[in-house]
């Protein structure tokens, strides 16, 4: 029997359910709001890309959620047919309660159990609870993206996000390397 993934720390990460689903929009919207004011990111005619929608959240390959109501979500995606994670939101109220790892730590757990061997993410480089933070949780920058990710990285681009900040991709390793590489 699988158990639902959680934090070491306290904080209880569940697969969202059909309940949560509706909340998610309004949560990711709240969670934008950080970005406003974060070191790294600059005023800029562009904006944020439009907050997911029900249906897209419905159609993840996986959310995971922190808290009933939610206070947190990851949402995860395959992209170059390796688990990718689309979107982490935290509320504000929320923010610095360690509801963003307890979920990467999760969502890496998923997607070990699922077989990906890596995990791949697009982030601001230098908003500390971005890149910085990301790389605390074992992501690497790739400075290359190619395929699908190459290709989601110039998407964000023709969106007005590098406009933002200076973005980067990044991959976390999930399983270990073989003998051969």
């Known amino acids: 029997m699988k158990r639902e993934p959680s934090s070491g720390r306290g904080v209880?990460?569940?697969?969202a359910d059909a309940g949560d689903f509706p909340l998610l929009p309004a949560l990711e919207a709240a969670s934008d709001t950080l970005l406003a004011a974060a070191p790294g990111v600059r005023a800029s005619q562009a904006?944020?890309?439009p907050v997911?929608?029900?249906p897209e959240f419905i159609a993840a390959r996986r959310v995971l959620v922190a808290g009933r109501p939610p206070a947190g979500f990851a949402r995860l995606e395959e992209i170059d047919g390796q688990a990718h994670l689309e979107q982490l939101s935290v509320h504000p109220d929320a923010a610095g309660a360690g509801l963003g790892r307890?979920?990467?730590?999760a969502a890496l757990e998923w997607a070990r159990e699922q077989g990906y061997a890596t995990m791949t993410l697009c982030t601001f480089a230098g908003v500390p609870f971005n890149?910085?933070?990301y790389a605390s949780c074992g992501f690497e920058v790739v400075q290359d993206p190619q395929a699908e990710l190459g290709a989601l990285r110039q998407h964000e681009a023709a969106l007005?996000?590098?406009?933002?900040?200076?973005?980067v991709a990044m991959r976390?390793?999930?399983l270990p390397a073989?003998?051969?590489?």
């Open 47 to 49: 904006a944020l890309p």
């Open 160 to 167: 007005g996000l590098d406009a933002m900040g200076k973005r």
């Open 102 to 105: 307890a979920l990467v730590e």
């Open 131 to 133: 890149a910085p933070f």
């Open 12 to 15: 209880h990460v569940r697969p």
């Open 172 to 174: 976390a390793r999930l």
């Open 52 to 54: 997911a929608t029900l």
């Open 178 to 181: 073989s003998a051969g590489e």
